[in-house]
């Protein structure tokens, strides 16, 4: 079961084998997938209490623009708002065999 862990956002990642362990398989056999442009800014890690991002410090009202996984080396991205998305391209694939797809769309 997937859980929030990065907050209460749009989740993103670069990875396509991420993608595909949170798609889900429709009755014909097929998952779907957004290809997307984001903008991710300035982020920090992400809490699963996250309504929007963090500030960025205690003295300013300045947020982080999205929340992340790992700093050092991020897989998967929170954004907070729909404006930090495009959607650019609706991927459909379908199953040959175990872990292997087939472009369809």
Do not use: W
Not at 22 to 30: P, Q, Y
Not at 55 to 73: A, E
Request: aromatic residues 10%; hydrophobic residues 40%; contains cysteine.
């Amino acid at each position: 079961m997937y859980t929030a862990r990065l907050g209460c956002g749009v989740y993103l990642t670069p990875l396509m084998r991420i993608a595909l362990d949170h798609a889900a398989m429709d009755d014909n056999g097929h998952m779907f997938i957004f290809l997307c442009n984001a903008l991710t800014g300035h982020y920090t890690v992400g809490n699963t209490s996250d309504k929007e991002p963090p500030f960025q410090d205690g003295t300013t009202l300045l947020r982080y623009d999205s929340t992340v996984d790992d700093m050092s080396s991020p897989t998967k991205f929170a954004v907070f708002s729909d404006g930090q998305v495009l959607v650019r391209y609706l991927i459909e694939l379908s199953t040959i065999s175990t872990g292997i797809f087939k472009l369809l769309s």
